[in-house]
């Protein structure tokens, strides 16, 4: 599987992750009807794609690794939102 397979599949492990994580601090409220019906919807994919790595016998090691670069990136992404917002 060519690397950025993987890194594709980081990035929905690490949506995966942060959605429960983020619906449980609050920080949908203010989110449109439409994005909620997106994330829940996404939920069993992200769980799919999961189970597919496993099942499937991929490499986790690179999963992981590549989860840590969308991790910084997404970590990036939300200090420069938090600081435009004034």
């Known amino acids: 599987m060519p690397g950025y397979s993987y890194f594709a599949l980081s990035v929905i492990c690490l949506l995966t ?3 429960p994580l983020f619906w449980l601090l609050g920080e949908f409220r203010e ?9 829940a919807v996404f939920m069993p994919v992200g769980i799919g794609t999961m189970v597919w790595i496993e ?3 991929l490499d986790w090691g690179r999963v992981f690794s590549n989860l840590a670069y969308a991790a910084f990136g997404s970590l990036i992404l939300a200090l420069a939102h938090k600081f435009s917002k004034g």
């Open 55 to 57: 099942l499937a016998g």
């Open 31 to 39: 989110t449109s009807t439409n994005m909620k019906r997106f994330f």
């Open 17 to 19: 992750f942060y959605v």
